[in-house]
């Protein structure tokens, strides 16, 4: 995978999940599993329509996957949605650790 590819999609990932609205359906998806847009639609606080758009904007994003069954639709997360943005938290975790041993060795040379 591309350092490009991986900027876009993290790019992509940090913008979808900036609206409260859509993080908060992200996070209940997560959290209660697999629901419907009517199910979404009574705890969202919005309009139907309007968690529609919402979901429609977490599918573009790769954050849910959706199965039609009669005449609903069903949401889920799929496994690894945040993938990208938890390889970007343990490279900065990585980069920060390096950046502070090498404070602790200056330190340690300037006491000596």
């Excluded at 847009?37 to 919005?46: H, K, M, N, P, S």
């Excluded at 968690?51 to 959706?66: E, N, Q, R, W």
């Excluded at 938890?86 to 900065?92: E, H, L, P």
């Amino acid at each position: 995978m591309s350092y490009e590819f991986m900027i876009d999609a993290r790019d992509l990932l940090f913008r979808t999940l900036a609206d409260p609205t859509r993080r908060a359906i992200f996070e209940r998806l997560c959290r209660d599993g697999e629901q419907t847009v009517g199910a979404l639609t009574q705890r969202a606080g919005v309009s139907q329509p309007a968690v529609s758009k919402h979901l429609a904007v977490l599918k573009a994003a790769g954050l849910v996957l959706d199965r039609p069954q009669g005449r609903q639709t069903h949401y889920r997360v799929p496994r690894g949605a945040l993938a990208p943005l938890a390889d970007w938290t343990r490279d900065m975790e990585s980069f920060w650790e390096h950046r502070f041993d090498g404070l602790d060795d200056l330190l340690k040379r300037m006491d000596q």
